[in-house]
């Protein structure tokens, strides 16, 4: 796995983008990342899709490096950690999470985690609807721009459709950023790319398995 | 034989026939014949010829001959391929059945039926029950539904045609085989209209050998007429894409000089478009005028149906929605505008009008852009030389096969070997090996990898009476969803604020617009309010400005037979023949290709490159039909990226194809043989199709069937959103996890045999290496190429690393979207 960074500033705090679909978050030795969509597999395999269980252990492991890498103590999960009602994927990620001796975990609820509030609590997973660390405010679905604070939330799974000479098309996943928030790209490999919705004056980190681009 | 002709039953129906003026066709009696000494068959006869009445008569004199034979319920099943033809065949059928004092009843079952009516069959089943491929499956995903079918007789294809050359077709097949499987002794009639491989057509749908088989032609033709309109002068005709608006002057007074005229575009979009032409041009034409294709809502469709019949329309613009039916006496004239793509559709289309046995159709041919009128002049050739295209059937369809596996262990279930046994039988699985079989019922029961099985997965069950069966009540209800072969695009439904229903529209184009924004469907200008559980909510607008939408499914690609004849065609071009009058008409544009670049002779080969502000343009004319095309510029992209890293846009249409890059594309003519050449050519083409996204594409369909992917029902809350993903990242999951999915195997497949048509491409390639090859720098876009341009379409491909691609793009100006 290759880990490309790029470093941007926001109020004196310094974040690292990476191409692998994660914020490290110096001052407090964490990891931000959204919609991890724990279950989602098995959801659809009770359903009689079949998807393997590969794609859920990938996403793990690629979370392991990332908190390896940087020597995280912490994730900050804003929102959709879990995908649908408790499963044996749940199971898996209780086996991964517990597999580390201090890993704290906080989780921003999202629109997909209500079904698993029990699970929630049998994990000893604290959870909120929103979380204030000033300068920033974590949220899942940023709605609300009035807030003082600078938002950083996840729910749309932004990807950006870059044009080119020669009528060329890219469609890539990307972290967008603002004057007033950042937008984090969804962490599950398992997810699709919206290009649609894009706030006003974004600037686009777009990424590929060896780096990230800025686009503005 | 003597016997037949002297029977009861025979008398009866003569009788009846003689009163309403009436003798049978020699066919329709050779039909009731060979019926009721025992055979199964096939009847080809054109519409209006009173097919229906050839094998449905055949049942109710063998009735009237030998009441005892038959006991109550379910006699005659009918399928055809159309929800809207049911309904007045029915009618027909109990017309007959009354006149000639038969106490049976004939009633429609389709996806339209409501919901008591279909209680009220399940508990008793009418003589006769008209359906499709789609219901027939449905209703063996029911709880016992053996007992239906038990004492059937006889099971009608109708247009066979339509359903042989797609999965529709597989389906059918898979179901004559579970009704032979409940009524062993089942005769099997299919009805088509003439096409290229009647005997393949044959065999498909009768491939048993205990069945007595023949085959009836009807001798009568049909008189045809084609009328080329031709535009005041050449430059008025606009190029492809674009519609001939200006025509619309010489519209009117065809429609004026007759009774009740069917105007036939080719998709939906250009329906909507040119009944506003129409409108805006004559507005007396209001209420007089219609408009029908695939997204309007049913009632309005019935109505419509009601009034061409009734001779109260005066005029309708329609689509393919049209094609098939039953005789809407009035319509005396055809208007098709635009390319119809085959033969075979085209003398369909012209066949609606003048529908009794002795009249003349009549069809008048609008051409959108100059080079459809060498279209037409091919097709006049081709419908002289009485060449109709083939429909080929398909096989080893995987998709459709673990779908049918799972409806019948949704209903009663099923035993591995047995199934196999019959399964094998059907022409589409003749090739099924025990190791196929066998990985289809590993894929239903535990998911997918052979090596391991997924937890959780219980979507069949082996029980321990040896039958294969789904017990999850959530697995029946999304499996009965999502039974059929007929993908489409996500649609959304539209409704008035006020409440009322207009029609379907696709989500992809809906997701364009925005709320204030107007649109056109079903003839009314719309404004958009909002988006709500798959319900787009409008009112209406007052709009000067509205955009039209555009379908995706919407394009036919032209048939091998009729790309043959427009080759021979435009190289007339240049001296076109004294009664050709398409040709001498279009001589000052074919002028300016040979002036500009070259016209392509027989014995010659055209490629062309341009450069402009887009980027390096490559276009090459090898004339073989959009499908072909798409294959071959793949070929062509691949084998130029293997002299330089590249990415290219690819465009095509019938006639070729154009390579588009932001960099010089390395061709001259030093190097343009070996890129034609022939050598390694299925190696290179196997290459190409990997590289490109083909088979993704391709997946799409196979996903849905397969119940891969779960389409979402328009207009209901339940949409499943939590089962939500598209078929490209399942795709991409199996190409990494499970490369060997036998689905997944298919999609590659179905590339190879619908759309390269190996012999074509060889023979095409064999062709090029006979032939000179030109090549030309043009200065701008020719006559050729520039339909080619225009064309938003387009497909990408490259070989490049992806990373020194986004800097090139970051280095020249780039947009975001």
């Known amino acids: ?216 | 034989m003597s016997q037949f002709r002297d029977s009861e039953g025979l008398r009866i129906i003569n009788n009846w026939m003689a009163e309403n003026g009436y003798a049978p066709f020699p066919f329709q009696l050779q039909t009731w014949q060979r019926y009721a000494n025992g055979y199964s068959g096939m009847v080809v006869a054109p519409t209006g010829f009173g097919k229906t009445f050839s094998v449905f008569l055949a049942v109710v004199i063998d009735y009237l001959n030998h009441p005892e034979r038959y006991p109550k319920g379910l006699k005659l099943l009918w399928i055809s391929p159309l929800r809207s033809l049911a309904k007045d065949l029915a009618k027909a059928m109990n017309e007959a059945i009354d006149a000639i004092g038969l106490d049976w009843t004939a009633e429609v079952r389709n996806g339209d039926t409501p919901t008591a009516a279909r209680r009220r069959q399940e508990r008793n089943m009418p003589d006769i029950l008209l359906t499709t491929p789609e219901t027939m499956h449905l209703l063996f995903s029911q709880k016992k539904n053996s007992r239906w079918f038990k004492n059937l007789k006889c099971v009608a294809i109708d247009e066979w045609h339509e359903l042989i050359g797609n999965k529709r077709g597989v389906l059918t097949e898979l179901a004559i085989s579970q009704l032979r499987h409940y009524a062993p002794k089942l005769k099997i009639w299919g009805i088509t209209a003439t096409i290229g491989n009647l005997e393949e057509a044959k065999s498909v749908l009768l491939p048993y050998s205990d069945l007595k088989i023949t085959e009836i032609k009807a001798k009568q033709k049909k008189k045809l007429d084609i009328i080329s309109v031709l535009p005041d002068e050449i430059e008025v005709l606009p190029w492809a894409g674009h519609l001939g608006a200006k025509m619309v002057d010489k519209i009117l007074p065809i429609i004026a000089s007759n009774t009740t005229t069917l105007i036939f575009t080719n998709t939906r979009g250009q329906a909507e478009l040119w009944y506003q032409l129409l409108l805006n041009a004559q507005p007396d034409l209001a209420g007089l005028l219609a408009i029908h294709h695939g997204s309007i809502d049913k009632k309005l469709r019935n109505w419509i149906e009601d009034n061409i019949a009734s001779g109260y329309l005066k005029a309708v613009v329609c689509t393919s929605s049209l094609d098939l039916g039953v005789d809407f006496k009035p319509v005396d004239c055809v208007i098709q505008i635009g390319s119809v793509k085959g033969i075979a559709r085209f003398m369909q289309r012209a066949g609606r009008s003048g529908h009794s046995p002795f009249e003349r159709s009549k069809i008048y041919f609008i051409p959108t852009h100059s080079l459809e009128l060498v279209e037409v002049s091919a097709l006049k050739e081709a419908i002289k030389d009485k060449q109709m295209e083939s429909r080929d059937p398909m096989v080893l369809t995987f998709d459709v096969l673990v779908q049918f596996m799972v409806t019948l262990a949704v209903g009663e279930g099923f035993k591995s070997e047995e199934l196999f046994q019959r399964i094998q039988q059907i022409h589409a699985f003749n090739y099924l090996t025990k190791e196929d079989w066998l990985w289809c019922i590993h894929f239903i029961t535990k998911g997918g990898k052979t090596l391991n099985s997924y937890e959780e997965f219980h979507k069949v069950i082996l029980e321990e009476d040896g039958n294969y069966r789904v017990k999850s009540r959530r697995i029946s209800m999304l499996h009965r969803m999502n039974i059929g072969a007929i993908v489409s695009e996500v649609n959304v439904m539209v409704k008035y604020m006020s409440g009322g229903y207009i029609g379907m529209i696709e989500e992809f184009f809906i997701s364009k617009l925005k709320p204030g924004d107007s649109f056109i469907l079903a003839g009314r200008v719309l404004e958009l309010v909002q988006i709500k559980d798959m319900t787009v909510l409008v009112r209406r607008s007052k709009a000067k400005k509205a955009v039209s939408p555009s379908w995706l499914g919407g394009r036919l690609p032209l048939t091998s037979h009729l790309s043959h004849y427009l080759r021979l065609k435009l190289s007339d071009a240049l001296q076109p023949g004294r009664l050709e009058k398409e040709l001498r008409f279009l001589n000052p544009l074919v002028s300016r290709q040979e002036e500009h670049s070259h016209i392509p002779k027989q014995d010659e080969f055209l490629v062309e490159l341009i450069e402009t502000k887009d980027g390096h343009h490559l276009f090459m004319y090898p004339f073989e039909g959009r499908l072909v095309h798409e294959v071959f510029s793949a070929l062509m992209a691949y084998r130029i990226s293997k002299i330089k890293p590249i990415t290219f846009t690819i465009a095509m249409n019938d006639y070729g194809f154009e390579l588009l890059s932001d960099q010089p594309i390395p061709v001259d003519q030093e190097n343009i043989r070996a890129l034609l050449s022939k050598e390694n050519l299925m190696d290179d083409v196997v290459a190409s199709i990997n590289a490109s996204e083909m088979a993704s594409r391709k997946f799409r369909d196979i996903a849905v069937i397969a119940g891969l992917v779960v389409q979402s029902q328009p207009g209901t809350r339940k949409n499943n959103k939590s089962l939500q993903s598209s078929s490209g990242l399942i795709f991409r999951v199996l190409e990494d996890y499970e490369p060997d999915n036998l689905l997944l195997k298919q999609a590659y497949t179905e590339v190879f045999n619908q759309q390269l048509e190996e012999a074509r491409l060889q023979q095409s390639f064999e062709r090029i290496s006979k032939s000179k090859i030109i090549v030309k720098h043009a200065r701008s876009f020719t006559p050729l190429s520039f339909p080619l341009k225009v064309d938003s379409l387009r497909g990408t491909m490259s070989n490049e690393n992806l990373d020194k691609r986004i800097q090139r793009i970051k280095e020249q100006a780039f947009k975001i979207d």
């Open chain 1, 1 to 216: 796995m290759n880990i490309a960074e790029e470093h941007i500033s926001i109020s004196g705090e310094e974040l690292t983008l990476t191409n692998q679909r994660a914020i490290f978050w110096k001052r407090e030795n964490a990891l931000i990342l959204s919609d991890l969509h724990v279950g989602k597999t098995a959801h659809f395999r009770r359903h009689g899709i079949p998807m393997p269980h590969d794609i859920l252990e990938k996403d793990l492991h690629r979370l392991e490096a990332l908190i390896q890498y940087f020597r995280a103590d912490q994730l900050i999960v804003v929102g959709d950690l879990f995908h649908a009602e408790v499963n044996s994927d749940m199971d898996k990620f209780k086996t991964w999470l517990n597999s580390f001796d201090s890993l704290k975990l906080l989780l921003i609820k999202g629109n997909h985690d209500e079904r698993s509030r029990h699970f929630l609590e049998d994990l000893n997973i604290e959870s909120v609807f929103q979380w204030v660390n000033a300068p920033f405010v974590f949220v899942h679905d940023s709605v609300d721009d009035t807030s003082d604070f600078f938002s950083i939330s996840g729910h749309t799974h932004p990807g950006v459709l870059i044009k080119g000479k020669g009528r060329q098309k890219l469609k890539l996943p990307c972290y967008q950023v603002t004057q007033k928030q950042l937008i984090l790209p969804a962490f599950s490999l398992f997810t699709g790319l919206n290009t649609h919705d894009s706030p006003k004056d974004a600037v686009h980190y777009a990424f590929t398995n060896s780096s990230i681009f800025k686009f503005e």
